[in-house]
């Protein structure tokens, strides 16, 4: 039974399609839709690269175009080292067999497909948040409508770890500050799942090569995908697998108890060296901070059971859920 309807907004990118593979194989979720937009890529590569996984892992599912750059800045330089020249760790990628795509720009498909189905819809976003933004813009109301956000995005100090691309500042959030301010500050229930979490989530190599070896077509494709990005991991940061990022909001959303989470408003700074920052305002923290106080009440996962997130993912993929 079907317990999450969700629309994945990404930006494919190797971690993203790990965590395509992870959502269209669990079945608590239904893919309603596919949005992409720029970020490990440019609009045009993310976007063929969502419709080659729709293809491949979920055919069937809409797949929308969407922002191709900030709401106020210059697009981002595609990042070739990480996720290597085609966003899929250069892979081959035959042309998928379907390559429609939705008529309505990401964030219409959004709105429209909240509104035919208030209260059900999660958003999981693992990009910059542009679309997200754009939506909220064109129909404030849907943030009442919505069942939950949950995003990739964000580094809140709680491990230790303040950034990964600058010391501020985390990778999705930077891209479009602007538009993640917006986010944050809207009346719907957001969860971040950032570094602290995520980069304490790690798929080491071996393990990786378990899933290729015993999850059939997926785990073939995530060991694949994940060779050169497991090489930039290795050369930036020694280790012998890769950060858990993407697929970790997943997991948030099917077992949120694997989860330690903080409440109170989030801003993100928009401007100066520290751009792309995130700041809570802990529920606990007593004190005045007139631009937090009034903004709604966000949570931030601040730790994990990092085992079980790993568990989770590879009994969907091995499926013996």
């Keep these: 039974m079907t317990k999450h309807k969700v629309i994945y907004d990404t930006d494919p990118g190797v971690d993203d399609a790990m965590a395509l593979v992870f959502q269209a194989l669990h079945p608590e979720i239904e893919l309603l839709g596919i949005t992409s937009v720029f970020g490990n890529a440019t609009i045009e590569t993310t976007t063929a690269n969502a419709l080659y996984l729709r293809s491949r892992f979920a ?39 379907d390559t429609t795509l939705d008529p309505r720009p990401a964030h219409q498909c959004m709105i429209d497909t909240i509104r035919a189905l208030p209260g059900e819809v999660t958003l999981i976003a693992v990009g910059p948040l542009t679309n997200l933004a754009h939506a909220l813009q064109a129909d404030p109301d849907i943030a009442a409508l919505v069942k939950q956000v949950v995003i990739m995005g964000g580094a809140f100090g709680t491990a230790g770890v303040l950034g990964n691309v600058s010391p501020a500042a985390e990778a999705n959030i930077l891209c479009d500050p602007d538009a993640a301010d917006l986010v944050l500050g809207a009346a719907w229930p957001v969860t971040l799942v950032g570094l602290d979490v995520t980069q304490n989530t790690i798929m080491p190599n071996d393990w990786l090569a378990s899933i290729r070896d015993g999850a059939g077509e997926a785990g073939r494709f995530v060991w694949d995908v994940s060779r050169h990005y497991a ?63 009034t903004r709604p009440t966000q949570s931030v996962c601040i730790g994990v059971d990092a085992a079980g997130m790993l568990d989770l993912y590879k009994n969907t993929l091995l499926k013996t859920l």
Excluded: C
């Design 59 to 97: 055919p069937g599912v809409p797949v929308a175009r969407g922002a191709a750059a900030p709401l106020h800045r210059a697009p981002p330089a595609p990042l070739g080292w990480i996720h290597g020249d085609n966003g899929l760790g250069n892979i081959e990628l035959n042309r998928p067999a």
């Design 231 to 293: 090489q930039f991991h290795h050369d930036s940061a020694g280790l012998e697998g890769i950060y858990v990022h993407d697929s970790s909001a997943v997991a948030y959303v099917l077992a949120p108890h694997l989860y330690t989470v903080r409440h109170g408003p989030v801003r993100v700074l928009t401007n100066g060296i520290a751009t792309g920052q995130t700041i809570q305002k802990p529920s606990t923290m007593r004190v005045p901070a007139p631009d937090w106080d």
